[in-house]
């Protein structure tokens, strides 16, 4: 395509690069904004200034030694990285099963399922909180983990069901005829294959649990895991008042790890994607 | 946090809290000499659950709490196992989906018309108040004829469930001085502002002389707009009818004359009179604040949690006396001598059962006590409030913005708002979208009446 | 050869869909030791589920259907029947290299030292010039390569069968035939027990020891592929096999003195002695079947009879020559280049003692 | 001789290998099926459809948060239909859905743009594009209230310094502004889930179709019409479908934004949902206008539910 020169071509360039700076002004212009109110003094904040005019670390101060935001970060962390692997121990063996077995009634199964993708979440807090309380996950990290799964199972056995139908039909039998039982096939040969999407899934789910407010709010206290975006929101609407410098500094410490990770799972997220694309 | 509290206190963490407290002018009840001293055994080994919600105002509340806690275990050699938590977790559903499953907290503060719902969890106060020395409970009695008003519906009305230790009568007005000059008014003169017809005539002077575009501000947002200056206006022109239900808790007041001349009149401000911003559905008062220390405005009426930003924003104005506190006016033409409601932040035990039972209200209420000593309740009242004991009120006044002097003026007959199991839905959840129909164009009365039946149906059932 | 017995199904019956589908029914094969043996038949006869059901990937209806080396396996899982599968679609583990991929059953097997496990895969990798391939992965390899590769996951199990499932219908035609060499060579030399599946009858032909051809779930004929070919044991496996395909005619039989005679529209021919001795007279809807080698263009004779060349196909070193007379087409084939040209009419001579008859029901007599 | 036949695979008892539960099986395996079933099936029954059917039981109740529950029949809905707020909700809830329409629109663009060869530094923007989408929506929430504050947000001040406004819209306050302030939030916040999906669909179409499309003379538009437009239409739908779905249940940002404010105006369903269940406490109530989310996502999806079926039903026969 590059050797072709005609006026098309020019046009061609043109509409992508403005579509691209298009949509990253929309993400950056906010962002170094932002970023850059983190390093200004209390004062500063209600001026619409781009530079600090005096670069200040209080609120960073503030953030790590008042609120010590970092033990809350350190909670998400824990709760979306829990989250993330209990997701994969229940969604990949059932979606398997769905995916490559054939059991009469998976039809139905598998509609009874993605209407739990429809079904607001909002709505199951409460009888959540109430059973965790009963059963004592309440205020544990076991509770968030669990919890979260109602994120994340329907879409990733809808995800995982697609790849592994997807798969040759004798890989498995193959595995079998070789020496392996039904689990080792499972385990030993789909299971391994099977790994760009399970990536993607973690990653997926951990963001959940990082991000989460509601089940976090709800189902934590004070003195358990409560998870950053619950100080988060607190901050940003349960106090007097608005501190917006401590604010953003909390944005980026929150906000830059899942980033991060979801840079360093690119090429798993591209395959994942990809695999349900007719 | 409360891994802290599990080592022993040390000199350290002593100096550690008591510097941070001194840095804003607080004193507590943990001395040098207790840390020391052989600690109290009356208590030990009784562990009690304290949910702590005032500590969410501001940093300064929260080191405030964690010193009066640990003070208290010094002291009895009790241990305390604190959660920190927020407002909304007794507005929302936290507290009471907790209560409901029986994650019950020993001891708890909150805001008194807020625990109405937990009623049937919470024991009577009556007879550790009754055992209080008079040297504490003399200068808090004041208030024990308002928790009736505020429990009137109950049938144990005249029991005391939540006890409070701070009081926030709503709401002083706070003004910049600076304004004053620029616009040519005599500050002397025109302060404290007597009814609404003379701050109409302020805010037209600060309005003309261009001095502040929207020199004033009424609130829209849900949860200012049912409590704070509204109800005091329309106090002014009814006592009976200034709280949002009737005697006995039966029907809604709010569509009644009082109400709807004093919600027009609190609209108008915004559409008649364009004082107001047209953010003014979704204002709040926190907000307003801001924006009278920017200059922006002029005169805001403001609780008087609010002292701390100023403190923190702009400490040197206030202490050159360039921000002042003055009290809440009446209505034109409808003084009945009363203009103020009041918030309160109180106490609750719950009740306990099982063999320990006794010793954990026991403890629980002597862990009130602590907040009730007279350092503590200065404290608190420096940065959260207007402490429950009247005799600390005098030590506290002459600050330069006279905040106590404008708030203490206020609390003459104040009124209370209700304390229902459905008082979060009944004056805020479903207040506030009609109050923001009519700042939108609707008509007031109509608004009421929409929400006063809605209202009336909660009643019934 | 002495037969031991290396794998023996007996009256193996599989359906599917709760009993509505049968694919397999009745079932019988016996595979000796050492014994390469072909399963043909059309799609769908029921080939492969007889060899999922020996490999145990499926679950036969009856409980002693399948038996190795006199051991009854029937319930037994596919693991513990030491057979090695060689898939139509190749089926590599894409995650792992060639050499893992060779190694696959023996270290799931865990019975054999690493060292033992090397040297086999050494010599499979000797065996299938596969070398220089031992460390890439799957995705690099081409299809032959990837076929060799399944063989050589096969070889170093040291199986009691190899059971291969259309292993070369992937390939294409080149391939197919080299492989299919390697294949024979290579089962010669180890002579282990195979049961090779096809569709193709060329493939069966040059491959197997015997050759079991079925259709619609049954064992039609199990034989040498001498037999198979010269001996079908009906209609269906003597149209099967054979290309160009046998040619057919209704006729019936009736005596002339001594001599039984097959009448039809088209001819009258005398039966030889041999054959005619397993014929009644007066039978009727006869069928006679006769493989175009033995139809013959030639001289007028007693029992030629007219037809008229319509095409001419060169196979190489035969030629296929399509013939018509009344109606119906007939197929010779002959030695060289053909004797005549498109349009002509020529003499067509049965070489009787080829012919077969078979009855109504399709059953060579 | 050559095998003139068709190679294809025997598939007609592949696709009929199918057994019940208790049927007959290969060995281990209906233990292995059980027992790798069982973790989704305790999830599906114990986290979603009890808690569900409970919801609607709940919905025919009286259902305070304490106290004891009142039968009430179809009261709640009969409630909620007539409510002064009901169309004014259910408007906001279709406004609120127009940010699936806004997210395609921003992934679609941001998706083709990075699709091109001659696009440097592929993967710095990449990174900078899931942004808004890999932090939690409470902190973009936060992020756009400081941003969109009408008095210090920086948004405001340009728009007026560029003339564009003559004065700070005080979109919080204003029923329309503040309907679309949140569904723009919205939008803002998780278009890159699309993006994600459609970029690999993108990534999937061979180059030799946009060079043949090319030989013939085809411009840009038709190269999209005719060959990209096809490849990623099933990726799209599926995307949009989900989003659909995702974006009608988001309810940290338009709480934190407007608190479903202005009156009802911004109470989108979710949002009205979690104002009866967690402020009022009024559980039949909450659930009614749960189920009648559930509806409304239904209703939304009809035109795209036969397409959806039959990407169900092909996920269902590949398996």
Same mark, same amino acid.
């Given at each position: 395509?590059?050797?072709?020169?005609?006026?098309?071509?020019?046009?061609?360039?043109?509409?992508?690069?403005?579509?691209?700076?298009?949509?990253?002004?929309?993400?950056?212009?906010?962002?170094?904004?932002?970023?850059?109110?983190?390093?200004?003094?209390?004062?500063?904040?209600?001026?619409?200034?781009?530079?600090?005019?005096?670069?200040?670390?209080?609120?960073?101060?503030?953030?790590?030694?008042?609120?010590?935001?970092?033990?809350?970060?350190?909670?998400?962390?824990?709760?979306?990285?829990?989250?993330?692997?209990?997701?994969?121990?229940?969604?990949?063996?059932?979606?398997?099963?769905?995916?490559?077995?054939?059991?009469?009634?998976?039809?139905?199964?598998?509609?009874?399922?993605?209407?739990?993708?429809?079904?607001?979440?909002?709505?199951?807090?409460?009888?959540?909180?109430?059973?965790?309380?009963?059963?004592?996950?309440?205020?544990?990290?076991?509770?968030?983990?669990?919890?979260?799964?109602?994120?994340?199972?329907?879409?990733?056995?809808?995800?995982?069901?697609?790849?592994?139908?997807?798969?040759?039909?004798?890989?498995?039998?193959?595995?079998?005829?070789?020496?392996?039982?039904?689990?080792?096939?499972?385990?030993?040969?789909?299971?391994?294959?099977?790994?760009?999407?399970?990536?993607?899934?973690?990653?997926?789910?951990?963001?959940?649990?990082?991000?989460?407010?509601?089940?976090?709010?709800?189902?934590?206290?004070?003195?358990?895991?409560?998870?950053?975006?619950?100080?988060?929101?607190?901050?940003?609407?349960?106090?007097?008042?608005?501190?917006?410098?401590?604010?953003?500094?909390?944005?980026?410490?929150?906000?830059?790890?899942?980033?991060?990770?979801?840079?360093?799972?690119?090429?798993?997220?591209?395959?994942?994607?990809?695999?349900?694309?007719? | 946090?409360?891994?802290?509290?599990?080592?022993?206190?040390?000199?350290?963490?002593?100096?550690?809290?008591?510097?941070?407290?001194?840095?804003?002018?607080?004193?507590?009840?943990?001395?040098?000499?207790?840390?020391?001293?052989?600690?109290?055994?009356?208590?030990?080994?009784?562990?009690?659950?304290?949910?702590?919600?005032?500590?969410?105002?501001?940093?300064?509340?929260?080191?405030?709490?964690?010193?009066?806690?640990?003070?208290?275990?010094?002291?009895?050699?009790?241990?305390?196992?604190?959660?920190?938590?927020?407002?909304?977790?007794?507005?929302?559903?936290?507290?009471?989906?907790?209560?409901?499953?029986?994650?019950?907290?020993?001891?708890?503060?909150?805001?008194?018309?807020?625990?109405?719902?937990?009623?049937?969890?919470?024991?009577?106060?009556?007879?550790?108040?009754?055992?209080?020395?008079?040297?504490?409970?003399?200068?808090?009695?004041?208030?024990?004829?308002?928790?009736?008003?505020?429990?009137?519906?109950?049938?144990?009305?005249?029991?005391?469930?939540?006890?409070?230790?701070?009081?926030?009568?709503?709401?002083?007005?706070?003004?910049?001085?600076?304004?004053?000059?620029?616009?040519?008014?005599?500050?002397?003169?025109?302060?404290?502002?007597?009814?609404?017809?003379?701050?109409?005539?302020?805010?037209?002077?600060?309005?003309?002389?261009?001095?502040?575009?929207?020199?004033?501000?009424?609130?829209?947002?849900?949860?200012?707009?049912?409590?704070?200056?509204?109800?005091?206006?329309?106090?002014?022109?009814?006592?009976?009818?200034?709280?949002?239900?009737?005697?006995?808790?039966?029907?809604?007041?709010?569509?009644?004359?009082?109400?709807?001349?004093?919600?027009?009149?609190?609209?108008?401000? =915004?559409?008649?009179?364009?004082?107001?911003?047209?953010?003014?559905?979704?204002?709040?008062?926190?907000?307003?604040?801001?924006?009278?220390?920017?200059?922006?405005?002029?005169?805001?009426?403001?609780?008087?949690?609010?002292?701390?930003?100023?403190?923190?924003?702009?400490?040197?104005?206030?202490?050159?006396?360039?921000?002042?506190?003055?009290?809440?006016?009446?209505?034109?033409?409808?003084?009945?001598?009363?203009?103020?409601?009041?918030?309160?932040?109180?106490?609750?035990?719950?009740?306990?059962?099982?063999?320990?039972?006794?010793?954990?209200?026991?403890?629980?209420?002597?862990?009130?006590?602590?907040?009730?000593?007279?350092?503590?309740?200065?404290?608190?009242?420096?940065?959260?409030?207007?402490?429950?004991?009247?005799?600390?009120?005098?030590?506290?006044?002459?600050?330069?913005?006279?905040?106590?002097?404008?708030?203490?003026?206020?609390?003459?007959?104040?009124?209370?708002?209700?304390?229902?199991?459905?008082?979060?839905?009944?004056?805020?959840?479903?207040?506030?979208?009609?109050?923001?129909?009519?700042?939108?164009?609707?008509?007031?009365?109509?608004?009421?009446?929409?929400?006063?039946?809605?209202?009336?149906?909660?009643?019934?059932? | 050869?002495?037969?031991?017995?290396?794998?023996?199904?007996?009256?193996?019956?599989?359906?599917?869909?709760?009993?509505?589908?049968?694919?397999?029914?009745?079932?019988?094969?016996?595979?000796?030791?050492?014994?390469?043996?072909?399963?043909?038949?059309?799609?769908?006869?029921?080939?492969?589920?007889?060899?999922?059901?020996?490999?145990?990937?499926?679950?036969?209806?009856?409980?002693?259907?399948?038996?190795?080396?006199?051991?009854?396996?029937?319930?037994?899982?596919?693991?513990?029947?030491?057979?090695?599968?060689?898939?139509?679609?190749?089926?590599?583990?894409?995650?792992?290299?060639?050499?893992?991929?060779?190694?696959?059953?023996?270290?799931?097997?865990?019975?054999?030292?690493?060292?033992?496990?090397?040297?086999?895969?050494?010599?499979?990798?000797?065996?299938?010039?596969?070398?220089?391939?031992?460390?890439?992965?799957?995705?690099?390899?081409?299809?032959?390569?990837?076929?060799?590769?399944?063989?050589?996951?096969?070889?170093?199990?040291?199986?009691?069968?190899?059971?291969?499932?259309?292993?070369?219908?992937?390939?294409?035609?080149?391939?197919?035939?080299?492989?299919?060499?390697?294949?024979?060579?290579?089962?010669?030399?180890?002579?282990?027990?195979?049961?090779?599946?096809?569709?193709?009858?060329?493939?069966?032909?040059?491959?197997?020891?015997?050759?079991?051809?079925?259709?619609?779930?049954?064992?039609?004929?199990?034989?040498?592929?001498?037999?198979?070919?010269?001996?079908?044991?009906?209609?269906?496996?003597?149209?099967?096999?054979?290309?160009?395909?046998?040619?057919?005619?209704?006729?019936?039989?009736?005596?002339?003195?001594?001599?039984?005679?097959?009448?039809?529209?088209?001819?009258?021919?005398?039966?030889?002695?041999?054959?005619?001795?397993?014929?009644?007279?007066?039978?009727?809807?006869?069928?006679?079947?006769?493989?175009?080698? =033995?139809?013959?263009?030639?001289?007028?004779?007693?029992?030629?009879?007219?037809?008229?060349?319509?095409?001419?196909?060169?196979?190489?070193?035969?030629?296929?020559?399509?013939?018509?007379?009344?109606?119906?087409?007939?197929?010779?084939?002959?030695?060289?280049?053909?004797?005549?040209?498109?349009?002509?009419?020529?003499?067509?001579?049965?070489?009787?003692?080829?012919?077969?008859?078979?009855?109504?029901?399709?059953?060579?007599? | 001789?050559?095998?003139?036949?068709?190679?294809?695979?025997?598939?007609?008892?592949?696709?009929?290998?199918?057994?019940?539960?208790?049927?007959?099986?290969?060995?281990?395996?209906?233990?292995?099926?059980?027992?790798?079933?069982?973790?989704?099936?305790?999830?599906?029954?114990?986290?979603?459809?009890?808690?569900?059917?409970?919801?609607?039981?709940?919905?025919?109740?009286?259902?305070?948060?304490?106290?004891?529950?009142?039968?009430?029949?179809?009261?709640?809905?009969?409630?909620?239909?007539?409510?002064?707020?009901?169309?004014?909700?259910?408007?906001?809830?279709?406004?609120?859905?127009?940010?699936?329409?806004?997210?395609?629109?921003?992934?679609?663009?941001?998706?083709?743009?990075?699709?091109?060869?001659?696009?440097?530094?592929?993967?710095?923007?990449?990174?900078?594009?899931?942004?808004?989408?890999?932090?939690?929506?409470?902190?973009?929430?936060?992020?756009?209230?400081?941003?969109?504050?009408?008095?210090?947000?920086?948004?405001?001040?340009?728009?007026?310094?560029?003339?564009?406004?003559?004065?700070?819209?005080?979109?919080?306050?204003?029923?329309?502004?503040?309907?679309?302030?949140?569904?723009?939030?919205?939008?803002?916040?998780?278009?890159?889930?699309?993006?994600?999906?459609?970029?690999?669909?993108?990534?999937?179409?061979?180059?030799?179709?946009?060079?043949?499309?090319?030989?013939?003379?085809?411009?840009?538009?038709?190269?999209?019409?005719?060959?990209?437009?096809?490849?990623?239409?099933?990726?799209?739908?599926?995307?949009?479908?989900?989003?659909?779905?995702?974006?009608?249940?988001?309810?940290?940002?338009?709480?934190?934004?407007?608190?479903?404010?202005?009156?009802?105006?911004?109470?989108?369903?979710?949002?009205?949902?979690?104002?009866?269940?967690?402020?009022?406490?009024?559980?039949?109530?909450?659930?009614?206008?749960?189920?009648?989310?559930?509806?409304?996502?239904?209703?939304?999806?009809?035109?795209?539910?036969?397409?959806?079926?039959?990407?169900?039903?092909?996920?269902?026969?590949?398996?």
């Amino acid at each position: 395509m590059a050797q072709v020169t005609d006026r098309s071509s020019f046009v061609h360039k043109t509409l992508a690069y403005a579509g691209l700076i298009f949509v990253l002004s929309l993400i950056l212009i906010p962002y170094s904004y932002i970023a850059l109110t983190a390093f200004k003094p209390p004062g500063e904040v209600f001026e619409v200034e781009w530079l600090p005019r005096e670069w200040s670390l209080e609120a960073w101060r503030y953030t790590f030694k008042t609120v010590e935001f970092q033990k809350y970060i350190f909670n998400s962390f824990i709760a979306g990285l829990g989250a993330a692997i209990l997701s994969i121990f229940i969604a990949v063996p059932g979606a398997y099963i769905f995916g490559r077995k054939q059991l009469r009634g998976k039809e139905i199964f598998f509609y009874i399922i993605t209407v739990a993708l429809l079904f607001p979440y909002v709505l199951l807090i409460v009888p959540i909180t109430i059973t965790w309380i009963r059963i004592g996950l309440y205020d544990t990290l076991p509770g968030l983990w669990i919890a979260y799964q109602i994120f994340i199972i329907p879409f990733a056995l809808w995800i995982l069901r697609g790849f592994f139908a997807e798969l040759p039909p004798s890989l498995e039998e193959c595995a079998m005829v070789y020496g392996c039982t039904q689990f080792q096939a499972f385990y030993r040969v789909m299971l391994p294959l099977a790994r760009p999407v399970i990536v993607s899934l973690l990653f997926m789910t951990f963001l959940i649990g990082w991000s989460d407010f509601l089940f976090s709010n709800m189902l934590t206290t004070g003195e358990g895991p409560r998870t950053a975006s619950v100080i988060l929101y607190v901050t940003a609407v349960g106090g007097e008042r608005v501190e917006w410098e401590v604010l953003m500094v909390m944005t980026l410490m929150a906000g830059i790890p899942p980033v991060l990770l979801y840079i360093l799972a690119q090429k798993q997220l591209m395959k994942t994607f990809a695999v349900r694309r007719r | 946090m409360n891994k802290e509290l599990d080592r022993t206190y040390s000199r350290r963490d002593f100096l550690k809290i008591t510097t941070a407290l001194a840095a804003v002018g607080l004193t507590t009840s943990l001395t040098p000499d207790l840390l020391y001293g052989e600690a109290g055994t009356d208590l030990k080994g009784v562990t009690i659950d304290y949910w702590n919600m005032i500590g969410v105002q501001n940093p300064v509340v929260k080191q405030l709490s964690e010193s009066i806690i640990k003070a208290f275990e010094q002291r009895t050699g009790a241990k305390v196992n604190t959660t920190w938590d927020t407002y909304g977790s007794i507005i929302g559903p936290k507290y009471r989906t907790n209560f409901l499953a029986g994650k019950i907290p020993t001891v708890f503060d909150a805001i008194s018309s807020w625990t109405g719902q937990l009623r049937s969890f919470l024991r009577p106060l009556n007879d550790f108040v009754g055992e209080w020395d008079s040297e504490t409970k003399e200068p808090v009695s004041w208030l024990f004829p308002l928790i009736k008003v505020q429990n009137r519906g109950f049938s144990d009305a005249d029991q005391i469930y939540d006890l409070p230790f701070l009081v926030i009568p709503q709401a002083p007005v706070v003004t910049r001085l600076d304004h004053w000059k620029k616009a040519g008014l005599d500050f002397e003169k025109n302060w404290p502002i007597k009814d609404t017809d003379h701050f109409l005539e302020l805010l037209k002077a600060f309005k003309d002389q261009k001095v502040s575009e929207y020199p004033y501000e009424v609130y829209g947002k849900i949860w200012d707009a049912g409590d704070t200056q509204l109800n005091g206006w329309v106090r002014s022109l009814d006592i009976e009818k200034s709280d949002f239900l009737n005697a006995d808790w039966t029907r809604s007041n709010c569509d009644s004359e009082p109400w709807i001349r004093g919600v027009q009149f609190y609209v108008d401000l =915004f559409r008649k009179y364009h004082y107001s911003s047209p953010d003014s559905p979704q204002s709040t008062d926190e907000d307003a604040v801001e924006q009278l220390i920017r200059g922006q405005k002029s005169i805001v009426h403001a609780d008087i949690l609010n002292r701390g930003t100023f403190l923190k924003r702009i400490p040197k104005e206030v202490e050159a006396g360039l921000i002042q506190w003055g009290p809440h006016f009446p209505m034109a033409g409808g003084t009945t001598g009363s203009v103020v409601f009041q918030a309160m932040a109180s106490f609750s035990i719950t009740k306990q059962t099982g063999p320990d039972a006794e010793i954990k209200e026991r403890a629980a209420w002597e862990f009130i006590k602590e907040w009730f000593r007279a350092e503590n309740q200065i404290a608190l009242a420096k940065s959260s409030g207007l402490s429950a004991r009247r005799d600390v009120w005098d030590g506290l006044k002459g600050a330069p913005d006279h905040y106590i002097e404008a708030v203490t003026s206020m609390l003459n007959n104040p009124g209370v708002w209700s304390n229902h199991p459905k008082s979060v839905d009944i004056q805020y959840n479903l207040f506030a979208p009609h109050i923001q129909q009519a700042m939108g164009g609707a008509d007031v009365a109509t608004e009421l009446k929409a929400y006063a039946e809605e209202v009336n149906k909660i009643l019934k059932t | 050869m002495v037969k031991i017995s290396g794998i023996q199904v007996k009256n193996l019956v599989k359906s599917f869909q709760k009993g509505t589908v049968q694919a397999c029914k009745n079932v019988n094969l016996d595979i000796a030791e050492g014994e390469l043996m072909v399963l043909l038949g059309p799609s769908g006869c029921g080939k492969t589920t007889t060899l999922r059901c020996i490999a145990g990937l499926e679950s036969p209806d009856n409980d002693d259907a399948i038996w190795i080396k006199g051991r009854n396996v029937t319930r037994l899982p596919p693991k513990d029947r030491n057979l090695a599968f060689v898939f139509q679609d190749i089926t590599l583990f894409p995650h792992l290299n060639v050499r893992k991929n060779i190694s696959f059953g023996l270290d799931m097997r865990k019975t054999c030292s690493k060292e033992e496990i090397d040297r086999r895969v050494q010599e499979a990798a000797r065996l299938l010039h596969l070398e220089e391939l031992l460390d890439r992965k799957p995705n690099q390899l081409s299809g032959g390569q990837a076929q060799r590769v399944a063989l050589g996951r096969a070889i170093v199990m040291e199986p009691d069968a190899f059971l291969m499932d259309e292993p070369l219908a992937n390939l294409d035609a080149a391939l197919r035939i080299e492989m299919r060499t390697e294949i024979k060579r290579i089962q010669r030399k180890l002579l282990t027990s195979t049961i090779f599946v096809t569709h193709d009858q060329e493939e069966a032909l040059t491959l197997g020891d015997t050759i079991a051809v079925m259709k619609d779930g049954v064992v039609q004929q199990v034989g040498t592929p001498y037999q198979i070919y010269h001996q079908p044991a009906n209609i269906f496996v003597g149209t099967f096999i054979g290309a160009p395909p046998i040619n057919l005619f209704p006729c019936s039989i009736q005596s002339r003195g001594t001599e039984m005679i097959a009448i039809s529209d088209l001819f009258y021919l005398p039966i030889p002695e041999a054959i005619a001795k397993n014929l009644s007279l007066g039978s009727q809807n006869l069928t006679l079947g006769i493989r175009p080698e =033995f139809v013959t263009i030639g001289p007028k004779l007693e029992n030629s009879f007219l037809a008229r060349v319509t095409l001419i196909e060169p196979l190489g070193s035969r030629t296929l020559i399509f013939l018509e007379a009344k109606g119906r087409e007939i197929r010779s084939v002959v030695q060289g280049e053909a004797p005549v040209a498109e349009g002509e009419a020529v003499h067509v001579t049965f070489q009787m003692e080829r012919v077969f008859f078979f009855d109504s029901t399709g059953k060579r007599i | 001789m050559i095998d003139t036949k068709p190679r294809t695979r025997e598939t007609q008892f592949v696709s009929t290998r199918e057994v019940g539960l208790w049927g007959r099986m290969l060995q281990g395996d209906r233990w292995l099926i059980i027992l790798f079933l069982l973790p989704t099936l305790a999830f599906l029954i114990f986290l979603l459809w009890l808690p569900f059917l409970q919801g609607i039981w709940m919905s025919f109740h009286n259902w305070p948060f304490i106290g004891k529950p009142k039968w009430v029949g179809l009261q709640n809905y009969r409630d909620f239909v007539t409510a002064s707020y009901f169309w004014t909700t259910i408007r906001a809830t279709l406004i609120y859905s127009l940010s699936t329409v806004f997210q395609l629109g921003i992934a679609l663009i941001a998706a083709l743009a990075l699709n091109q060869k001659f696009i440097p530094l592929k993967g710095i923007w990449w990174g900078i594009m899931l942004m808004p989408y890999a932090m939690p929506p409470v902190v973009t929430g936060a992020i756009w209230m400081y941003l969109l504050d009408p008095n210090l947000g920086m948004v405001t001040h340009y728009l007026i310094k560029l003339g564009i406004l003559s004065e700070p819209i005080y979109w919080a306050s204003d029923p329309t502004w503040a309907k679309w302030v949140i569904t723009l939030v919205v939008s803002w916040t998780f278009w890159p889930f699309m993006f994600l999906i459609i970029l690999s669909a993108l990534q999937s179409i061979p180059e030799s179709y946009y060079e043949l499309a090319e030989v013939y003379g085809a411009n840009l538009w038709q190269r999209f019409r005719t060959v990209t437009w096809p490849h990623i239409r099933g990726a799209v739908l599926a995307a949009f479908i989900i989003r659909i779905v995702w974006n009608l249940e988001k309810i940290d940002q338009p709480f934190q934004l407007t608190g479903g404010g202005p009156g009802y105006e911004t109470s989108v369903l979710s949002v009205l949902t979690y104002r009866f269940a967690f402020l009022s406490g009024d559980f039949g109530m909450a659930f009614t206008v749960g189920i009648f989310l559930i509806a409304f996502m239904m209703i939304l999806m009809i035109p795209f539910l036969r397409r959806f079926q039959i990407l169900i039903t092909q996920a269902g026969k590949r398996g």
